[in-house]
T-cell receptor, first 115, second 114 residues
Framework: GNSVTQMEGPVTLSEEAFLTINCTYT??????LFWYVQYPGEGLQLLLK?????DKGSNKGFEATYRKETTSFHLEKGSVQVSDSAVYFC??????????????FGTGTRLTIIP | SQTIHQWPATLVQPVGSPLSLECTVE??????LYWYRQAAGRGLQLLFY??????ISSEVPQNLSASRPQDRQFILSSKKLLLSDSGFYLC?????????????FGDGTRLSIL
């Protein structure tokens, strides 16, 4: 079955540092890949997505490239801010199966940015 | 635009009491609907999903149940809460019948069992 492996946290960085959160996946077919962000006390927000190999999703300075050859979708940001402190989830989706489209989530990576 | 509402935002209940959490979606028709639970500091656990009115699939056996009385309404219930039911409950929706669609989440309900 499908699975997502995320780098274990917590991750603590100084403001303006470069961020990478690793995500690798196992899936059949051609899944779409997503990054979600969860700020304290809130639900999950879709941060970015990529639907096919070599696609780059980007939003709010974050980027991730769908690498089929390495089955990876690493999240990067060139210069993090304190406001980026949150939990980040990598997820994948597949083709619909009788109308059901479940996502497979990673376990989440807690990111803390210190001023 | 589509919106998803969950309520209440927080809830404190004694062990053995009943539970009803409600989720509604606006601005779309025939969505897939999902209930997740997130224990403190943990990842997401899919509890139930629904592809239509009255159609509920359970992912994890437990003392919770779900119902979908209307197309855009999804309810999570329990007859008798356990201490282990504490957590952050999230409702989500996605477009039905289309490949590779993201899920969109509500703001969650924080449930504390005393």
């Amino acid at each position: 079955g499908n699975s997502v492996t995320q780098m274990e946290g917590p991750v603590t960085l100084s403001e303006e540092a470069f961020l990478t959160i690793n995500c690798t996946y196992t899936a059949t077919g051609y899944p779409s890949l997503f990054w979600y962000v969860q700020y304290p006390g809130e639900g999950l927000q879709l941060l970015l997505k990529a639907t096919k190999a070599d696609d780059k999703g980007s939003n709010k300075g974050f980027e991730a490239t769908y690498r089929k050859e390495t089955t990876s979708f690493h999240l990067e940001k060139g210069s993090v801010q304190v406001s980026d402190s949150a939990v980040y989830f990598c997820a994948l989706s597949g083709l619909p199966n009788f109308g059901n489209e479940k996502l497979t989530f990673g376990t989440g990576t807690r990111l803390t940015i210190i001023p | 635009s589509q919106t998803i509402h969950q309520w209440p935002a927080t809830l404190v209940q004694p062990v053995g009491s009943p539970l009803s959490l409600e989720c509604t979606v606006e601005g779309t028709s025939n969505p897939n609907l999902y209930w997740y639970r997130q224990a403190a500091g943990r990842g997401l656990q899919l509890l139930f999903y629904s592809v239509g009115i009255g159609q509920i699939s359970s992912e994890v056996p437990q003392n919770l149940s779900a119902s979908r009385p209307q197309d855009r309404q999804f309810i999570l219930s329990s007859k008798k809460l356990l201490l282990s039911d504490s957590g952050f409950y999230l409702c989500a929706w996605s477009v039905r019948g289309q490949a590779n669609q993201p899920q969109h989440f509500g703001d969650g309900t924080r449930l504390s069992i005393l």
